[in-house]
């Protein structure tokens, strides 16, 4: 099993321990990450990081560790891990206390951060695409916080796998907002289309890829509401995630979307992804985000 960090120590996966009052544990009281890691190098780790951040202000818990700390111990992991493409999976929560919703007077917040294994999308998903279905979207109203409290992602994510399917694309008061575990593109009579960052989504790190890559491209932008009427048109639908990275989507519940296969912008997105990855992770530091495509 991969070495892990948990609270100051690095240790192997199977011995890694909580205790059972850990606010992570009992009331889902943390936040997280999934940095992704191309041929040993973190993809965009600044805008992991301050996404971290942002996540750990709204809940109002101090970040444990300086940047430089987190820094440190993602590239100690990353060194470790038996994968060159891997993704580091980041923890924090409010740690041990007596069980009592309210914030205990002095947390001692739990720091635990992982690597795993980082699939990129294989040769049959990126020619055929995968399927996607719909549903309410029911979460709370803080999507754009990234907390371990996943339940109501959770729940949603299974809808589609028990459809056999690989995404929930959410819609609430007739619009979209994303995915279970992912932002949501349409190509729209031309326009790269997607809702704007607000309080209802993850403001995602591959999002703000997709969209410097559209200007490196020259392809028309729209940030703007899609309609469940404009979703179920839209001749092409992609996800993007650190995990999928940018994954079409070819049909949606049970139809096909567009004419059924990934369409000429997914290929033009995908080709101009796979080439931005490999050119910034020529750079020998590991923070690419000086790294525009
Ligand atoms: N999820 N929206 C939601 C709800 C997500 O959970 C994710 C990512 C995204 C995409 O964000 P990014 O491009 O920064 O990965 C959007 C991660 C991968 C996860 O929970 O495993």
Redesign the pocket.
Known sequence: MPTVYLNGAYMDLSEARVPVLDRGFIFGDGV?E?VPVYSRRPFRLDE?LS?LQHSLDSIRLTNPLTVDRWREHIHALIRQAPWEDQ?IYLHVTRGPAPRDHAFPAHPEPTVFMMPMALPSPGPDVLAHGVAAVTAQDNRWLR?DI?ATS?LA?VLLRQLSVDAGCAETLLLRDGQLT??????IFAVIQGELTTPPKSHL???????DVVLELATSLDTPVRIRHVSEAELRLADELWL?????EITPVTRLDGRPVGDGRPGPVFRAFHTAYQEYKRRAMRGLEGNTSEHTP
């Open positions: 997280y999934v992991h996404r993704g999507g990234k996943q992602n994303e995915g279970s575990a992912s932002n989504i993850l403001p995602g790190i591959t999002y993007t995630s650190s995990t999928k």
